[in-house]
T-cell receptor
Framework: DGGITQSPKYLFRKEGQNVTLSCEQN?????MYWYRQDPGQGLRLIYY???????QKGDIAEGYSVSREKKESFPLTVTSAQKNPTAFYLC????????????FGQGTRLTVV | AQSVTQPDIHITVSEGASLELRCNYS??????LFWYVQSPGQGLQLLLK??????LVQGIKGFEAEFKRSQSSFNLRKPSVHWSDAAEYFC???????????????FGKGTLLTVNP
C-alpha cells in the first residue's frame, strides 16, 4: 500500500542529545514537509523540500535540520539547540504539480527529559 | 503576510445539531483549500478540497464546504453532527506559484470540536 511512514511512533531522549525522526514515502511525491504540533498552536512548518537535494526553511526552523538525499526520504534531526523539543511531529508529502492534497504520516511524539 | 485563520479555538455542539467551522485565508490569488480532521495522537485525514469550479464541495463523512472569494472564506459545514465527529479540524492552503508548482502547505491553528450527547 502507498503511504507515508514515520518512525518511531514514540521517542524519548535526554536533554542535550540530537535525535533523528524518520519519514519515508512510497507515493512518488516530489514535495515533503515537516510540521511541529503543540496544543493550541496548530501545525507549524519546520522545513519543506520540493525536490531531491533541495529544501527550504519553514516558519520555525531554528534548532532543526533536514536532508533530502533520496526522493522517498526526508529525515528530521532535532538538535540540542532546539529549546523546547517535546512535541508531536508530522511528516507530509504531495506532488508539486497537479490538483491534489498532501498526505500525512501518523506522527512521532518526541519527549525530551 | 499570507495566513490562514480559524477564529474558533473550541466549539461545542449537541449531537444532531448543525455545525459550521470557519476558515479565512489571506493570499493574493486563489489558493488550493483543504479541510483536514485529526483524532488525538493521529495523523491528519483529508475531509475535502477545493481547487476550482463549483464553490460548494462535498467531502467524506457528510461534510461540505463553501468557498466564498469575496469573503476569502472556506467554511466547513455538517447538517447533523454525530458523536464520532468529535476531533480537531484544520483548514489548510497550498500556494501555487507562477510556474504552476505547489508549495508551502500552510495550516490554521485548528478548531477543537466537542460533541455533547
Amino acid at each position: 500500500d502507498g503511504g507515508i511512514t514515520q518512525s518511531p511512533k514514540y521517542l524519548f531522549r535526554k536533554e542535550g542529545q540530537n535525535v533523528t525522526l524518520s519519514c519515508e514515502q512510497n507515493l512518488n511525491h516530489d514535495a515533503m514537509y515537516w510540521y511541529r504540533q503543540d496544543p493550541g498552536q496548530g501545525l507549524r512548518l519546520i522545513y519543506y523540500s520540493q525536490i531531491v537535494n533541495d529544501f527550504q526553511k519553514g516558519d520555525i526552523a531554528e534548532g532543526y535540520s533536514v536532508s533530502r538525499e533520496k526522493k522517498e526520504s526526508f529525515p528530521l534531526t532535532v538538535t540540542s539547540a532546539q529549546k523546547n523539543p517535546t512535541a508531536f511531529y508530522l511528516c507530509a508529502s504531495n506532488p508539486t504539480q497537479g490538483y491534489t492534497e498532501a498526505f500525512f504520516g501518523q506522527g512521532t511524539r518526541l519527549t525530551v527529559v | 503576510a499570507q495566513s490562514v485563520t480559524q477564529p474558533d479555538i473550541h466549539i461545542t455542539v449537541s449531537e444532531g445539531a448543525s455545525l459550521e467551522l470557519r476558515c479565512n485565508y489571506s493570499y493574493g490569488a486563489t489558493p488550493y483549500l483543504f479541510w483536514y480532521v485529526q483524532s488525538p495522537g493521529q495523523g491528519l485525514q483529508l475531509l475535502l478540497k477545493y481547487f476550482s469550479g463549483d464553490t460548494l464541495v462535498q467531502g467524506i463523512k457528510g461534510f461540505e464546504a463553501e468557498f466564498k472569494r469575496s469573503q476569502s472564506s472556506f467554511n466547513l459545514r455538517k447538517p447533523s453532527v454525530h458523536w464520532s465527529d468529535a476531533a480537531e479540524y484544520f483548514c489548510a492552503v497550498i500556494l501555487v506559484n507562477s510556474g504552476g508548482s505547489n508549495y508551502k502547505l500552510t495550516f490554521g491553528k485548528g478548531t477543537l470540536l466537542t460533541v455533547n450527547p
